[in-house]
């Protein structure tokens, strides 16, 4: 089977709740980032055999195929399809292993991957007013009268016993992580500025320096009354996009393009779907398998900051080193727009193994529903 590879991947920052983002249209928002990656690579657009665009709350601004309206509002050849895809939290990162998977296969050459949420235009919990998401019929196999995230969380928290201290602690550090990020300037090369009224928006708007454990103490649960879970140790309402440059080694070369990382191997795995959030521990397994490798030799992880117990959980079971851990902070630091955080992930984690010299990184994004994606990348190192 024919490799491949990511050759260039670009994201926005990251827009807080009602912030810089809030007024510019999730297609308009994936124009920018879809352009900026074909300028990076030197590329004519016409090149690009089909674009996989992940986004969730696929209702109003991001309803009618966004994938495609995108292509359309960057000016690209009309004769680029695209479609949009619905993994929930991983509908970006099911995009790009997609795309990995055509061309992997002979199907195409050359497919752009990636996605949007935009959070503050289009919120979650939209799909509520038009009825009833998941159907009576799921509800009452599990014995539940809803399913949520939320509630999820709290019991990940209570089943691998993290006290609420526990999880701020690891709110904190990922302020302090995504911090020391933006200070080094380690961001720089994958960012590209979204013009707006004011200024155009250039750095993650999410953070929120100083954060500690004795500042998040004042914020109140959210789900339960005596509960752990609550906005501080929870990822961000956020807008974003972000996409990534697919093709195999021989194509790039044949168009003059050096490779970053080249796709190692991915899984999908489902598990409860009340506790909803545990399924990138059984993803991990499955990944780490595919590609023959321990995880002492994954030197770094993105695993989605949906809540705190997330990634504490998966990083209990997994053994992997809590150091490599979202070295440079995540979506409790940042935020959270759901279809875009698979493409957003792989970008930074992609840049941070370059950056680095890292040969192997891994990430994982737990979803609604109960399912997860994992994918393993390697750095690109051919001469």
Known sequence: ?????????????????????????????????????????????EVVEDVYWGCVTQLGDQSSNVGRFAVLAAGWPETIPAVTINRACGSSQQALEFAAFAVMSGR?????????????????????????????TVLDRFGVDDLSQGIGAEMIAEKWGFSRTRLDEFAALSHERAAAAIDSGAFARQL????RDGGPLEVDEGLRRGTSVETLA????????????????????ADGAAALLVTTPENAARLGLRPLARFHAGAVAGADPVEMLTAPIPATERALRSAGL???????????????????????????DPARLNPVGGAIAVGHPLGASGAILATRLIHYMRDNGIRYGLQSMCEGGGTANATIFELWSQN
């Open 1 to 45: 089977m024919r490799e491949a590879v990511v050759v260039e991947a670009v994201r926005t920052p990251i827009g807080r709740k009602k912030g810089s983002l809030a007024d510019v249209h999730a297609v308009d928002l994936s124009a920018v980032v879809l352009n900026e990656l074909v300028k990076r690579a030197g590329l004519d657009p």
């Open 108 to 136: 195409a050459e050359v497919i752009v991957a990636g996605g949007v949420e935009t959070m503050n235009r289009v919120p979650i919990g939209s799909a509520r007013k038009f009825g009833e998401p998941y159907g009576r």
């Open 192 to 195: 590209v500025a979204v013009p």
């Open 218 to 237: 004042s914020l109140s649960p959210a789900f339960l009354e005596e509960g752990r879970i609550h906005a501080g140790n929870s990822s961000q309402i």
């Open 294 to 320: 321990s995880i002492d030799e994954i030197g770094a992880f993105e695993i989605n900051e949906a809540f705190a117990p997330v990634p504490l959980a998966w990083q209990a079971e997994t053994g992997a």
